[in-house]
């Protein structure tokens, strides 16, 4: 991969406020937590955090940022991280963000988010960018009528690459229960399925799931009338996967044996399988099984900041 060339994610950037409990508390009742701070959060923020610490290549952020005095942090944590925010367009609206309890006793973690009428990205926005810049493109699956003009302006742009080394690949991250998005699936070339939105498809494994999506999707002729390769992760049993010929395998993951913050683990996830496709240039089976070990590794420590030490630990641990 060009080094230079960027992965940029494009979704939300929010506040996460965090108190970890020793248990969780009863409703209707006052309890003290062990620990309470806050951190930048949101899928695509999170992607980000994760992709640049595990180097290789120059990393983006894409959203829609808050002018409000209560978003210089999340801002400023950006900057701390390495991350640019150069393109992101800015509003007055207060910003979102989300409660989480974190209970130490089972390892649960419990979101409550608040996002009141906070704008999301227009096609306006993201036809901003210009795209010899990139090397992928990871887009949460909302808003669907601009971010899927979007994608066709990267396919209109991929096939003016005589090289395919130039041209940009793209993962959608279907995510929210909302039928509407799987369109935005089928126009990528890794789509990312999660496992509520399976289960409310009506698919309770696995491989039910990922080849359920690829039954549905069309072959599209930007991908050499192939369909996109899906993956599915499947809690802590590990994830199935399907690549673009409609291969299936399951790559199961490793038990941890200590789970301290299990915040954020399935964009700790996605963010390793984008880094040991692009960067690492890994098979489908190898990269889902680096996503696994990078969301491991992060559910034993807290927050993101561990991740830089992620490929020391492991080659220390392979000795």
């Known amino acids: 991969m ?17 108190h970890v409990v020793d ?19 949101g899928n695509a923020s999170n992607n980000c955090s994760v992709l640049q610490q595990l180097g290789g290549a120059h990393v983006e952020f894409l959203g829609m940022l808050s002018a409000s005095p209560a978003f ?34 089972t390892g649960s973690r419990t979101i409550i988010h608040s996002n009141p009428e906070f704008p999301l990205l227009e096609y306006k926005h993201l036809a901003q960018l210009k795209l010899s810049n990139y090397g992928w493109v990871h887009l949460e699956g909302r808003n669907p009528e601009s971010v899927l ?88 049993e590990g994830a199935g996967c399907v690549d673009a010929q409609g291969n299936y395998c399951f790559v199961p993951s490793k ?7 299990s915040l954020g683990a399935g964009d700790t996830f996605c963010a390793g399988v984008i880094h040991a496709l692009q960067v690492l240039n890994k098979s489908l089976p190898e990269a889902v099984q680096i996503g696994h070990s990078v969301a491991g590794y992060k559910l034993g420590h807290r927050g993101y900041d561990n991740i830089k030490n992620f490929w020391q630990d492991q080659r220390e641990n392979s000795k």
């Open 72 to 105: 210089g942090f999340l801002c400023e944590d950006c900057h701390k991280y390495g991350i640019a925010i150069e393109n992101c367009p800015k509003t007055e609206k207060d910003p979102p963000f989300s409660s989480v309890i974190l209970n130490n006793e």
């Open 2 to 18: 060009d080094q230079q060339r960027r992965i940029v994610c494009v979704g939300m950037c929010v506040l996460d406020v965090i």
């Open 255 to 261: 038990k941890v044996p200590l789970i301290v913050d």
């Open 149 to 236: 003009q979007f994608i066709k302006d990267i396919r209109n742009y991929n096939k003016e690459m005589k090289n395919t080394i130039n041209q940009i690949r793209i993962s959608v991250e279907l995510e929210k229960i909302k039928d509407e998005i799987l369109i935005l699936g089928e126009s990528a070339d890794i789509v990312f399925l999660g496992k509520d939105l399976a289960t409310y498809l009506g698919w309770n494994q696995p491989e039910e799931a990922v080849m359920g999506l690829y039954d549905k999707f069309k072959p599209q002729a930007e991908l050499n009338n192939s369909k996109p390769a899906i993956i599915c992760p499947w809690g802590a």
């Open 23 to 41: 248990h969780y508390p009863v409703e209707d009742t006052d309890k003290r937590c062990v620990t309470g701070y806050w951190q930048r959060g």
